[in-house]
């Protein structure tokens, strides 16, 4: 079957290019990426499908690059399948499955487990992310070669800092080699010992241990100088803080190979958030404060944080209700919302509507030297058509596909909406209230 899309509105930072065109994909390929001219609609068969695009958005499926899939070992708060379809929903046709699975992702037979079942039964395309050390203890390194040759796109220990820096210098120098990233969780835990929100004058009030933004800034700088000693590729994961900003920046005037992303939270919301013990905003690291937030909008701008990535972290609602803020699970659901939250950086002036779209598609590509994020001929059938101005009221209970419900978000009208996902030969649909 072909599918022609005509009528939108294509934004594709892969060829710089924003305008008017029609593509025509077939056998879940792009073949024909028509700009300023329309293609003739009788020349497909009966059994062809034609998408009127008109007053959308069409863009190349987006990339998260920070995706917890909780599976194996968490099934109940996510599986490869509802987590990939979850994607598809939010307009993302590639996530990269983080290791803190039980057991951790660390040696090539859970890697290829994780890909058999996203073939499975998957529904996005589901790129796995190793380990750096065997079980996140921060002790012994991974086997990276091994999982790299079984399928892992990158190295981290996400949801633990590795705290050792020897550790991370020999494993940043053995992914030199390998050509593979690394992933920092730039958290120094001495420093942060154990804070459940940002250390101000609200976790005082709240009487809650905070987690200062040094915690996260010394790591950041500490990963960044041994990247800069070894040669070796690092990004840096949830950037939250205006000083992790700065640093990055000096880092990159310098000319260190370092990429770094932030997720929606962290522009989008303060650590107001977590007033009255809110436990759907509780997530690590913390939200900021004010400054922190327009620093993050700042860096975004100028290029410093090269990404937006959802940092998905769906739990039960057990585990994110019925508990008190200090014992709840950090994290939120972030795959259904993350685009109209980064639409709002358009409307206000931070970002153009190529670069957003770049923060999501192209850059993710590059820094993972994968594939995707291009509606150039030739390539995979991925894309999302966008209505930017629909309006959508955030239901989590009722429309999310994530099993996460988890999200501060709950109840916010927001901006944007994606209406249609291609993936490949297969074309979702979504209803919008």
């Not at 499908?49 to 708060?77: C, F, Q, S």
């Not at 992702?105 to 589901?126: Q, S, Y």
């Not at 779209?357 to 058509?385: C, F, H, V, W, Y």
Request: charged share 25%; proline share 5%.
């Amino acid at each position: 079957m072909r599918i022609l899309i005509t009528g939108g509105r294509v934004i594709d930072p892969s060829q710089e290019f924003a305008g008017r065109a029609d593509i025509l994909m077939e056998d879940g390929l792009i073949k024909t990426f028509a700009r300023d001219k329309k293609l003739k609609g009788e020349d497909l068969s009966g059994q062809d499908r034609i998408i009127d695009a008109g007053g959308m958005w069409v863009i190349p499926g987006l990339i998260d690059m920070h995706t917890h899939l909780r599976e194996p070992g968490y099934e109940n708060k996510e599986t490869i399948r509802t987590g990939s379809l979850a994607a598809l929903h939010g307009g993302f046709t590639t996530v990269c499955a983080m290791p803190n699975t039980n057991p951790v992702n660390d040696n090539p037979g859970v890697t290829e487990f994780i890909l058999k079942k996203a073939r499975a039964e998957g529904n996005a395309r589901v790129l796995p992310i190793g380990a750096v050390t065997k079980g996140q203890t921060g002790e012994e390194l991974a086997p990276f070669y091994m999982m790299r040759e079984a399928g892992c796109v990158a190295f981290s220990d996400d949801g633990r800092p590795v705290a050792n820096p020897i550790i991370m210098r020999r494993a940043l120098e053995y992914a030199r080699g390998l050509d593979a990233l690394i992933i920092s969780h730039a958290e120094d835990p001495l420093l942060s010992d154990g804070g459940v929100m940002n250390e101000g004058l609200l976790s005082v009030t709240m009487g809650l241990k905070g987690s200062p933004s040094i915690a996260e800034e010394v790591m950041i700088y500490r990963d960044i100088a041994l990247s800069e000693l070894t040669g070796g590729r690092v990004h840096i994961a949830h950037v939250s803080t205006m000083g992790g900003v700065r640093v990055i920046r000096q880092a990159k005037e310098r000319g260190v190979n370092v990429t770094a992303e932030t997720c929606p939270h962290y522009f989008s919301l303060t650590e107001e958030a977590v007033s009255g013990f809110n436990t759907h905003a509780r997530v690590n690291p913390p939200l900021r404060t004010h400054k922190d937030v327009e620093a993050i909008k700042e860096g975004l701008k100028d290029g410093t944080i090269d990404i937006i990535a959802t940092d998905h972290a769906p739990h039960s609602r057990a585990e994110k209700i019925s508990r008190q803020f200090d014992d709840a699970p950090p994290g939120i659901s972030g795959l259904e919302t993350a685009l109209p939250l980064s639409l709002a950086l358009v409307e206000l002036g931070v970002l153009s509507e190529m670069e957003l779209i770049r923060k999501l598609t192209q850059n993710p590509a590059k820094a993972l030297r994968i594939d995707g994020g291009t509606l150039r001929e030739g390539m995979s059938a991925e894309l999302a058509i966008v209505d930017p101005q629909r309006r959508c009221v955030v239901e989590a209970g009722e429309n999310f596909i994530s099993l996460g419900k988890n999200t501060p978000f709950d109840g916010m009208e927001l901006k944007g909406a994606v209406i249609k996902t291609i993936f490949r030969e297969k074309v979702m649909e979504w209803q919008r209230a």
